[in-house]
Nanobody, 122 residues
Framework: QVQLVESGGGLVQAGGSLRLSCAASGRTFESYAIGWFRQAPGKEREFVST????????YYSDSVKGRFTISRDNAKNTVYLQMNCLKPEDTAIYYC???????????????WGQGTQVTVSS
């Protein structure tokens, strides 16, 4: 079992950057793919990015490709989401999730964090 805790959210101006962290407890962290999802008010949760267990493959949604970078440090049981060139439409609660498959849907992940708020002002 894996417990996930997100951090690093906050308020930033458009064009700015934030780095989110997803810290995991549990001895099998390196066995799990970790994904990031986000949910804006009144909208459905959407896929942002994911990384395979080894870190060898990463995937991004079209809306963040080229601006966001996902990475992981298995020695620290942590996955990062570096977010650059932020836009007001990136405003949402960001969740990290762990699962066996680095897929783009919520159903690919079994374990979820509580989320961290990201607000981008124009």
């Amino acid at each position: 079992q894996v417990q996930l805790v997100e951090s690093g959210g906050g308020l930033v101006q458009a064009g700015g950057s934030l780095r989110l962290s997803c810290a995991a407890s549990g001895r099998t962290f390196e066995s799990y793919a970790i994904g990031w999802f986000r949910q804006a008010p009144g909208k459905e949760r959407e896929f942002v990015s994911t990384i395979t267990a080894s870190g060898g493959n990463t995937y991004y949604s079209d809306s963040v490709k080229g601006r966001f970078t996902i990475s992981r440090d298995n020695a620290k049981n942590t996955v990062y989401l570096q977010m650059n060139c932020l836009k007001p439409e990136d405003t949402a609660i960001y969740y990290c999730a762990g699962g066996w498959t680095a897929g783009p849907t919520s159903y690919d992940y079994r374990y979820w964090g509580q989320g961290t708020q990201v607000t981008v002002s124009s």
